[in-house]
């Protein structure tokens, strides 16, 4: 073959390639447009060292990105976290500052009580604000305010926060004791409210048990698998089949427990989904980035600092996990801006993930659950 000849094999060869990847983000993008995306555990705006605050409300570049990253809903966390003497007032303040934004934005955002809710939210092209807790601290004891909550919009609620609470163990207590008696009420109460029972955060014990306990499917909104990162955050293959079993849904996240040192990236993520589906099953996996929709400056000396002191912190409150360090930031680079979704669409699919797999990790799988506990 002469110099020419190869030369310009070598140039259609990737002429072709530039054709088929051209096609290949062209098709993932109409995936995506079609689907009805759900983060399961995130938040407009960025980090709180990039002026989203509880006072100071979103800034005109969140609100340009919530716009732009084409998620239908999200649901964002309003409790506080920790046993905490607070936490109730702090919860009460978080359900107001996201009130006022979606008065503030009611062409941006939109409250989601049913599953109607999500449709219309897909359907006008808003993100739909999901209600959650990540705790259940904020009752100070008392399941009748889980009504009081209700109420206000709350329709996912995980039980504890890594340690132990009134309701259970969380994932780094090491008597690893499950549900308590208080704890088995507020699921038969959870139940009855029509929320949904999130799984994240807990002991071994106190997850299992919460899947056997509930009458409804339930979720653990942001999770990895433990299979590939023996870390508390992340969940076993068993507990994962027996959510399914029950039409619950896993959702991956973006934290760096994917990884067992340093910090995780695309591939890690992707692996995770991957072992997920093979043992949940296409219906039973989504995403639930536990990440800002505007991404973090992970190069601003700034957001380095502040993720330092944020760190430090949770060490001090007893509730850094396994996994959280200093230089480790909770984002996967790859996907660190809005349209993250859009982008691991796009990988999945050169993995050979078919579209239709793709659209329910993407949210079909959360708005199924969703509209069965929410009715």
């Given at each position: 073959m002469t110099d020419f000849s190869r030369r310009t094999l070598l140039a259609g060869a990737a002429g072709g390639l530039a054709f088929a990847a051209a096609a290949h983000t062209e098709e993932a993008r109409g995936v995506y447009a079609r689907a009805t995306v759900i983060d399961a555990l995130g938040g407009p705006g960025g980090s709180k060292g990039d002026s989203e605050t509880e006072t100071e409300g979103l800034t005109d570049r969140h609100i340009a990105d919530a716009r732009a990253s084409g998620l239908s809903a999200v649901n964002v966390t309003v409790s506080d976290v920790g046993n905490k003497p607070d936490a109730f007032e702090n919860t009460i303040d978080a359900i107001a500052w996201f009130e006022n934004e979606i008065d503030t934005h009611p062409d941006v955002f939109l409250r989601i009580r049913r599953?109607?809710?999500l449709k219309a939210a897909k359907g006008s092209g808003r993100i739909g604000l999901i209600y959650g807790f990540q705790d259940l601290t904020p009752l100070n004891s008392s399941l009748d305010k889980i009504d009081t909550f209700h109420g206000l919009g709350l329709r996912v609620s995980q039980l504890a926060y890594n340690r132990r609470n009134l309701a259970g163990d969380g994932c780094l207590e090491p008597a690893n004791g499950g549900l308590s008696l208080f704890g088995k009420e507020a699921v038969e109460k959870l139940n009855a409210s029509?929320?949904?029972?999130?799984?994240?955060h807990g002991g071994v014990r106190l997850i299992n048990?919460?899947?056997?306990?509930?009458?409804?499917?339930?979720?653990v909104t942001h999770t990895g698998c433990r299979a590939l990162n023996d870390v508390p955050r992340n969940i076993h293959d068993a507990t994962?089949?027996?959510?399914?079993r029950k039409g619950g849904v896993m959702g991956?996240?973006?934290?760096?427990?994917?990884?067992?040192?340093?910090?995780?990236?695309?591939?890690?993520?992707?692996?995770?989904?991957?072992h997920a589906l093979r043992i949940c099953g296409e219906d039973h996996v989504g995403l639930g980035s536990d990440g800002a929709i505007s991404g973090e400056k992970i190069d601003d000396p700034k957001f380095q600092e502040d993720h330092r002191k944020f760190f430090e912190e949770r060490?001090?409150?007893?509730?850094?996990?396994?996994g959280e360090a200093a230089d480790v930031y909770n984002v996967i680079p790859e996907y660190n801006d809005p349209r993250r979704f859009e982008k691991l669409a796009f990988d999945l699919s050169r993995r050979k993930v078919s579209d239709r797999v793709i659209e329910k990790v993407l949210g079909g799988n959360f708005a199924r659950l969703f509209a069965e506990v929410w009715g």
């Open positions: 599953g109607a809710d029509r929320i949904v029972i999130d799984g994240s048990e919460e899947i056997a306990l509930s009458k409804a499917p339930m979720a994962m089949r027996a959510l399914a991956v996240f973006s934290m760096p427990f994917l990884k067992a040192k340093g910090q995780p990236h695309a591939e890690d993520l992707l692996r995770h989904i991957e060490l001090k409150l007893g509730i850094s996990a396994p």
